[in-house]
């Protein structure tokens, strides 16, 4: 039987392999096929699957990988992510891609579509933007017409026809892999002892270049695996850990974490597999169903208009009261104005609340990790010391 530990290896070492050999492997085994990148956060996958093409994650260059180009195309006073995605770009690591997505996530990622257009020409490019007015007359039908048009696009660069049957069975897998990832989830929040933080980040790191069937097909091993395993259970501090939506942190900071004395019941590391919450119907145009589940069955995360101060905070709060969580560790990379700006919102929504947090920044190439296990060491403590039973 395969063992967790197995797993986890696997998925290791798709996380380090910058030079994306799995997916090259992938379009060199049938002529004519084709690969598409997006950027963190959110992209309607099953509209790339249906056209019979890979979606890859492209998360920037992690702390693998020295940026010299990228430097030159980016100030310092911006997020460490475009640089190291402009690395990974000029020196041919990512040059299997045949388009590439931007989701709207920021200015600086606008930007980056658009350098991206410039520096490949030949690729489709195409920053995706997303409705700021969530009633269905308006911003539905504002984002139905974007993913009408992406399909054209995607059509016009495979030379295919993506009909509404190819969506609704596309629809269908990514609801298989919605749904063992929510697994995965609710197994780390009732034991996390059985799934550690750092090994169901790199599953889901797995999904971002795997094949969706064969991403489920690994979650399935794994929550059979880790329900046989008998693994020690520590005292530890329950917290979610929000902020690191986009630019991803590295996965020393995770296990900085874990080692200080919390077991991490809660993320927003990669919500491109969690922003949908439940399944998407297979019934009506499956276009208009994608945009109605990302107006009303979306994550709350800080790229994600709010209507209301009222609604500030209270995904987060939720998510503490449905995992059990004794605090929050705000986990921003440095210079990511939508986390930062954020941030002062929801910490006073985790105060109404009662709610202790912490916080700190980094950036994905941060290499000094004992400051940050120090501090969440010493926030796990106060929570053990202090907090109310």
């Avoid at 200015?107 to 991206?116: A, E, T």
């Avoid at 969580?325 to 002062?344: I, K, Q, T």
């Amino acid at each position: 039987m395969t063992t967790t530990a197995e797993i986890t290896r696997r998925c290791l070492a798709l996380y380090e392999d910058l030079d994306f050999a799995s997916v090259r492997a992938w379009k060199a085994a049938a002529p004519g096929r084709k690969v598409v990148g997006y950027m963190p956060v959110y992209v309607p996958r099953e509209i790339v699957h249906a056209a019979g093409m890979l979606p890859v994650g492209i998360l920037g260059g992690g702390d693998g990988l020295e940026v010299i180009h990228g430097d030159a195309y980016y100030q310092s006073y911006i997020c460490r992510i475009p640089r190291s995605t402009i690395e990974l770009g000029v020196t041919g690591r990512v040059d299997f891609l045949d388009g590439m997505l931007f989701p709207s996530t920021c200015d600086v990622i606008r930007n980056l579509s658009g350098m991206w257009k410039i520096m490949f020409p030949k690729a489709y490019v195409r920053y995706f933007d997303v409705p700021q007015n969530y009633v269905d007359a308006i911003g539905g039908s504002y984002y139905a017409h974007e993913l009408a048009e992406l399909r054209e696009g995607l059509e016009r660069l495979g030379e295919v026809r993506i009909t509404d049957d190819a969506l609704r069975a596309s629809i269908a897998i990514y609801n298989e892999n919605r749904r063992f990832v929510q697994a995965v989830y609710d197994l780390r929040a009732r034991e996390p002892w059985r799934a550690p933080a750092t090994e169901v980040y790199l599953l889901m790191r797995a999904g971002m270049v795997l094949p969706v069937e064969e991403h489920s097909a690994l979650l399935r091993e794994y929550l059979d695996a880790a329900a046989r395993e008998e693994r020690p259970r520590r005292d530890n501090a329950r917290v979610v850990v929000t902020g690191a939506f986009c630019e991803q942190p590295p996965l020393n900071l995770i296990k900085s974490i874990e080692l200080s004395g919390c077991y991490v019941v809660d993320d927003d590391f990669m919500l491109v597999s969690r922003w949908l919450q439940g399944d998407v119907p297979l019934d009506g145009d499956p276009l208009e169903q994608l945009a109605l589940a990302f107006l009303h069955r979306s994550v709350s995360t800080a790229m994600r208009y709010e209507p209301t101060q009222a609604e500030k905070g209270r995904f987060l709060i939720d998510s503490v009261r449905r995992t059990g969580a004794e605090g929050v560790v705000f986990a921003a990379p440095s210079f990511c104005d939508p986390a930062l700006l954020e941030r002062p919102m929801l910490h006073s929504a985790l105060q109404r609340a009662g709610i202790p947090f912490t916080s700190f920044k980094y950036a994905e190439n941060a290499g000094q990790m004992q400051p940050i296990r120090e501090q969440a060491g010493t926030f796990a403590d106060s929570i053990k010391l202090w907090s109310a039973p």
